[in-house]
Structure formats: structure tokens, C-alpha cells
């Protein structure tokens, strides 16, 4: 059983959103409410007055540069001349209480002129459109990218089989339990004291420097587990606001908790993306060719769009051997809600894409798609799409032969011939890839720190954020393997910028790598320690033959041992600390096939996998339902077959809310299903029970050769249940989320 279980279960484990100290304050922010505008009056003088209302600030309150944004500071803590989309924050209250918040933010007199706004990623780059930012060079264009691998176009005029088309994803919203929140205080001594929900506590210490003008290493940031994250809090959300709060009431906590309207309105969303896809074979199904142009809606703000775009550029090949390709990305900036990070960062889009021609291409060659992805799957050694040779490990075809062997797969037709009456039943396999860490070019490193406590017992201060993925309860198992010790006698610290060593974010299928691997280094040093200092307990002058046993250390050859909490004992407190750090190994010689980018690209390592889909399509309503569902995955060694398995079930049933339920609605750059009644997420009621295989293979640089796994479940089902509806109503899908009118369209062109 996962360390953190039972508190979980129990309802004992405390997340941000659950901490209110005493006498704490309550701060909220008023929202734009139009999606592009020019602020003519802004009054909380109203505000000020209202009983219980501690401050009423706008951007003449606020220090520092007033921006925000990880890579560009574009973002504004508080808007002060325009407002860029509806979530744009304009005014910050701070009340005795969430009743006196509430009635001060409704007596602000906020008035604005509406302007023009650009709703399409593809039209904002016209030379006619409303700009988001006047005055830049580029007009609304964020970040362009070009990666070439041989001569692309003069390979697709010479193949034999050239197919392509548009292919659109949507936004999509996070939709985790705990909502954005957080409490802060300056306290006496100067130091900025933050308990927040987030996925990069030691990044955000300099996100909030940098917008307030403060010095981030007076910023002490906290992050308890956190309520789900999927990347929606990799980023500030309440943060910079919080500590503005906290700099004008010294001394107090103030305590900030978005509602769940507000963080649809707000919040960050997956990137809008539209792809242009060409790719050509020869007559026998080889890939030779591919042409793929990305554009990626950031909305009006930076955050890491044109690292996800980046990204996406570098997935836009699939896991295929394609001797030549061209991929360009174009990311613009829209007044649509602002785009960041989530869970497949930029590969979702690109794998809908590849799968979706890979589909295309089977179909006209007459081919089986499985076959087709297997003859092309990229072997150890080969370069990939933007010119990486594949690292040992790369088993996309050990998957893709897995779920080829799967009896929905073998048995395909007499499961489709037993569909009950009015239904028709498809089956969709297609193949997926997900780059490990940040890249080149930004330092993916990570510090771990061990304590054995005076009790014997051991404490790890974890320095990446747990959002549910289970990554405090696999290091406790990991320190306790490598030290020979029960799970039981390890403590998880969650992450505090003052105890605990800095590791980056727990983000990018990154954490177990860098921080596991930090960690073994711990172990090591600890029971390297442990082994000296018994030698001089038991009179042994041979510390290497000493071995750690469950609560103490023996001696083999005498059959002595000396209790942990003996040693802990008249051991220091430094003298009990062990402190090792790692930082993951990069392509050594980059190809020349993406000049542009110098953060994030190219990758080393990748996961890999194939998914199943059987689908369900009602010929009278149009409704389809996913019934059964495999995925296989290879990522290194399982350690917990059960972590695997919640990671992957976790990372489908997204998938699949984005194949058949999830949809915005946004329309000039409102959304309309602004909240969870009119935004349709999967229910248990509505996916199948997951089956899941990983492949045991072994990643010699991997903590116990573990690779990271996270992100890679997400990729298959969209595309999957696109093959399965062209295979049971002979849809074929070129967007997401499929909608019934879609099938009952295609069924009506079948019959007709």
C-alpha cells in the first residue's frame, strides 16, 4: 500500500486548499469578463469603504515589473491600460471574510472599451488582423520553428502514395479536484511565507521576485500534495497575486481559493492546434517522406507555448523511421484563454495528427494499420523525425506487436459481427511516443536530501510536488529497496523551497528519472555512512562487509549489529544528512534540423507504447461509447505495476474525454461551458475498465532502470477511437472531440 494512502483516504492528508489559519484574510481578484478591451475607468474607491474589506488594489498598487510568465514576462499581475481575455485580472480585494470579498469585488466600477479581437490562431497571423500586442515587431506571431531532415518536398514528389489533410484539436480544460489556491504572509522576519497548490515551488520563488520586485530567495514556497495538476498549475495562478496581497497587510495570512467558474475562466488551458499534414510511402508501404505545418493558439500570453510547439514539432513524425521531413510550427498569439502546459505538452496534437495520416495511408494502400505501423516503427539506432538516433529501448514495435496479439485486435471481426441490434462496433491500434525532461538547453537537474532521524528511521525530503501521480510513495519504496529497509520506516516531506534542495518541476515525465536518480545517490552516500560509523560500534575494521539489515547494521562474519537509532544516537544532525544530486543526460551532438529553438529541443529519451480501442456507435443517437480499451508501454523497468497501471488508466481516461466528451465551446474567445455542469469530462460510468501491459525493459541510466511514464497514456486514445469509428461507420475524423451528429452524418452518407 502507497505510504499515502490511508491519510488520503481517510480524509487526514491536508492540501493548500484545506489550510486556514486563524484571523486569515480572504483575497479574490475581479475579472475582465470580455476577451479584449481597453480599460476607460476603474474605481474601488467603493470597495476601500465596504466593511470588511482590508484593501481594494489596482496596477498603481503593484511593484516590481508587474510581469509574469516562466520563459517571456508578458503577463500582467494585474491589467492597468488592456485587457487581453476574459480572465485578466484588473482589480485585487482583500476582506475579513469571503462574504465581505465577495461584496467588495461587486462595488468595483470597472468600465471598458471594447476592441477587436482575433479569435483563430491561423487568421491572427494575417497582416489585417487585431493585434493582442501592439507595437511588437512580429505583429501576433509568439514563437516560429522550422526542423528539416533531408529534402522533404522533392521525397513527396516521388513517392508512389501521397495522402494529407487538416486536422484540428481543441482546448481543453484540467478539471482537477483542487481548484487553484494558496495562503501567504510577510512575515516580521521579511520572508515571503506561501503555502501553494503547484507543480514548481522553487520556480515560482522567482516568478513572484520578478513580478514584485523581491528577492526570491526571501520567498519561502510550500507545496502539500497537491489536489491534481496534469501541468494547469505549472505556472502561476494564485501566486503572484497572493503575495501581492500579503505585502500590503504584514503579518497576516491571506488566503486565496479560485472558484471552479473561475478556473475555467482563468486558468490554462491545452493548446488549440490546427495541422497540415502531407505524408508519402512507396507502393510497398515505406515511409519516405513527411510535410507537417503546426499552428498553435498560445492565446494572449506566452506561459510555454513555443516550447510546446517545439515540442509538437519534434512528435510530428510519430515513432516512425521517415527518412525526410519538414515540419514547421507557427504559434500566435489570440485573445482566446491563455494556453500552457498539460499533460502530453504539445504531443497530444502532433500524435493526432501522424496517426490520423498513418490511418489515411493504410487506407489507400489497402493495408492493415497495425502491419503498416510495424514495417515503419523506429528501431535503437535510427534516426527519428527531426534526426535523433533512438536510444537502446526504443520497443514501439515489441508494443505494437503486444496489441496486435490482443484478442479485441486478433478477434476484431466476430466482435464487430456480435455488436447487439442498432450498434456498430470498430477497432481502432495505433502507436505513441513521449519525450523524457526538458531538452537541451535548460538544466534538467534535481537534488535529493536523506535524513535519518534520531529514531532510526529515515525522512526524504522530496523536492518535486506530488499531484497524485504517487511520486512520494515511489521514492519512500525506492530508498527502502536500496537501503534494504521496510516502507514503513520512511517519511516523505513535501516540497519547501527553505528545507529542501531545489529539483525543477514536477512536470515533462521528468520527476522519477532526475529526482529518483538523486535520490539512489543519497542511499548510497547514506549507506556508505551508516557502514563507517557502525565499523567503529562493532570494532570492525572492515566497514564494506558490514550490510544494512531491516532497523540496523550487522556484521555478517560476527553475527553483531548495532541498532539505526543507536547510531542516530551520537550521530549530528549533519552528520545524519545525506545531500546528492542528478542531472539528466542529453543528445551530445545535436542534429542541425531546429536552429530556432534553444530551450527544449532535442530530446534523448522517450517512452513508448501502442493503445486498443473498441468502440460502440448507436446508429439512432449517434452516441459512442468506448467499451474496451489496452494499452502497453514500454518505460524502462516497472517497479509498481500498480503505479504504472494508475498512470496509464489516469492518462486514457483523459485521452478519451478528449476524443468524445470534451469541448469548450469557445466562441470569440468566451468559453461557453464555463463550468462542470456544461463541461463534459468521462465518468466511470462512461470509459471501460483499462487493461495494461508494460513491456519490463530495462533504461541503464534510469533510477533501477525506470524510465518516466507519466504522460504516455494520453496519446492513444484519440486517434484510436478515430480508426474505430472509421472502422464502424466509416467517419473519418479530422477533429476532436468526435460528436454524434458526426457519426450520424457519416452514417447517412454510407446508406445514401
Not at 228 to 240: E, N, S, Y
Not at 556 to 580: E, K, N, S, Y
Amino acid at each position: 500500500m502507497r505510504i499515502d494512502a490511508l491519510d488520503k483516504a481517510c480524509g487526514r492528508e491536508r492540501y493548500a486548499v484545506d489550510e486556514t489559519p486563524p484571523d486569515c484574510l480572504w483575497a479574490g481578484a475581479l475579472r475582465a469578463g470580455i476577451p479584449h478591451g481597453r480599460i476607460t475607468g476603474l474605481d474601488v474607491a467603493l470597495a476601500r469603504r465596504t466593511p470588511g474589506v482590508v484593501a481594494a488594489l489596482t496596477r498603481a498598487d503593484v511593484p516590481g515589473t508587474n510581469r509574469q510568465g516562466i520563459v517571456r514576462k508578458d503577463q500582467p499581475v494585474l491589467c492597468g491600460e488592456r485587457v487581453r481575455h476574459c480572465g485578466d485580472p484588473v482589480a485585487l480585494v482583500v476582506a475579513e471574510s469571503r462574504e465581505a470579498l465577495a461584496e467588495g469585488l461587486s462595488r468595483i466600477r470597472l468600465s471598458l472599451e471594447p476592441l477587436p479581437g482575433v479569435f483563430d490562431p491561423l487568421q491572427a497571423l494575417s497582416p489585417d488582423a487585431p493585434l493582442v500586442h501592439p507595437g511588437r515587431e512580429e505583429g501576433n506571431l509568439l514563437a516560429r520553428g522550422l526542423m528539416e531532415k533531408g529534402d522533404a518536398p522533392a521525397a513527396l514528389a516521388q513517392c508512389a502514395v501521397v495522402v494529407g489533410g487538416r486536422f484540428h484539436t481543441p482546448m481543453q480544460e484540467h478539471a482537477f479536484l483542487e481548484p487553484p489556491s494558496g495562503l501567504a504572509r510577510l512575515a516580521p522576519s521579511g520572508v515571503l511565507d506561501m503555502v501553494a497548490s503547484t507543480q514548481a515551488p522553487f520556480r515560482d520563488r522567482f516568478e513572484i521576485g520578478q513580478a514584485l520586485g523581491l528577492d526570491p530567495l526571501r520567498i519561502r514556497v510550500r507545496a502539500p500534495y497537491l489536489g491534481g495538476g496534469f501541468g494547469g498549475k505549472d505556472g502561476a495562478t494564485v501566486q503572484c497575486l497572493l503575495a501581492l496581497a500579503a505585502l500590503r497587510v504584514p503579518g497576516r495570512w491571506v488566503k486565496m481559493v479560485w472558484s471552479r467558474e473561475e478556473t475555467f475562466l482563468a486558468g490554462y488551458k491545452r493548446h488549440g492546434a490546427v495541422m497540415d499534414i502531407r505524408l508519402g510511402a512507396d507502393a510497398d508501404g515505406a515511409l519516405r517522406a513527411l510535410c507537417c505545418t503546426m499552428h498553435f493558439d498560445a492565446g494572449p500570453y506566452a506561459h510555454l507555448s513555443a516550447e510546446i510547439m517545439a515540442l509538437g514539432m519534434e512528435h510530428a513524425a510519430g515513432p516512425y523511421r521517415v527518412p525526410n521531413t519538414r515540419i514547421e510550427g507557427l504559434c500566435a498569439y489570440t485573445n482566446n484563454p491563455v494556453g500552457g502546459a498539460f499533460r502530453g505538452f504539445g504531443v497530444v496534437q502532433a500524435t493526432f495528427a501522424v496517426e490520423r495520416a498513418m490511418d489515411l495511408l493504410a487506407g489507400r494502400l489497402g493495408r492493415d494499420p497495425a502491419g503498416l505501423r510495424l514495417q515503419n516503427a523506429l528501431l535503437a539506432g535510427e534516426e527519428n523525425g527531426v534526426g535523433v538516433p533512438a536510444e537502446p529501448g526504443t520497443d514501439v514495435a515489441a508494443c505494437l506487436r503486444a496489441a496486435m496479439d490482443h484478442p479485441l485486435w486478433a478477434g476484431r471481426e466476430a466482435w464487430k459481427k456480435a455488436a447487439p441490434p442498432d450498434v456498430r462496433r470498430g477497432v481502432g491500434l495505433t502507436a505513441m511516443q513521449n519525450a523524457m525532461g526538458y531538452g537541451r538547453g535548460l538544466s534538467d537537474h534535481a537534488a535529493a536530501k536523506l535524513e535519518l532521524t534520531r529514531q532510526g528511521t529515515f525522512r526524504i525530503f522530496n523536492s518535486v510536488p506530488d499531484m497524485g501521480q504517487g511520486n512520494a510513495a515511489a521514492f519512500a519504496a525506492m530508498a527502502a529497496k536500496a537501503l534494504n529497509q521496510p516502507e514503513t520506516a520512511f517519511a516523505c516531506r513535501q516540497p519547501d523551497t527553505r528545507l529542501c534542495p531545489p529539483a525543477g518541476s514536477s512536470s515533462a515525465s521528468r520527476t522519477t528519472y532526475t529526482f529518483g536518480n538523486a535520490l539512489l545517490g543519497a542511499c548510497r552516500a547514506m549507506a556508505a555512512k551508516l557502514r563507517h560509523r557502525a565499523a567503529l560500534a562493532l570494532l570492525c575494521d572492515e566497514p564494506d562487509r558490514l550490510v544494512l539489515v531491516p532497523g540496523a547494521v550487522s556484521d555478517p562474519a560476527t553475527g553483531r549489529a548495532v541498532p539505526l537509532a543507536v547510531l542516530a544516537g551520537f550521530l549530528t544532525r549533519d552528520d545524519r544528512i545525506c545531500i546528492d544530486q542528478h542531472a539528466m543526460a542529453v543528445v551530445e551532438n545535436p542534429p542541425d534540423t531546429g536552429r530556432e529553438f534553444r530551450i527544449g529541443f532535442p530530446h534523448r529519451f522517450y517512452s513508448y507504447g501502442a493503445c486498443l480501442c473498441g468502440v460502440e456507435a448507436d446508429v439512432l443517437t449517434g452516441r459512442v461509447r468506448l467499451v474496451r480499451c489496452f494499452l502497453t508501454v514500454a518505460c524502462g523497468r516497472t517497479f509498481s505495476l500498480a503505479g504504472v497501471e494508475q498512470q496509464l488508466q489516469g492518462a486514457a481516461a483523459q485521452g478519451a474525454g478528449l476524443a468524445l466528451f470534451e469541448d469548450l465551446a469557445v466562441e470569440d474567445g468566451r468559453i461557453r461551458a464555463g463550468d462542470m455542469s456544461a463541461y463534459l469530462i468521462p465518468t466511470a460510468v462512461d470509459l471501460p475498465d483499462t487493461d495494461c501491459l508494460a513491456l519490463n525493459d530495462d533504461e541503464p541510466t534510469g533510477p533501477m532502470g525506470l524510465k518516466g511514464m507519466g504522460e504516455i497514456g494520453i496519446h492513444g486514445p484519440g486517434p484510436a477511437v478515430a480508426q474505430a469509428l472509421k472502422d464502424a461507420v466509416g467517419l473519418c475524423a479530422t477533429r476532436l472531440p468526435v460528436s454524434p451528429q458526426e457519426v450520424l452524418a457519416a452514417l447517412e452518407d454510407a446508406i445514401s
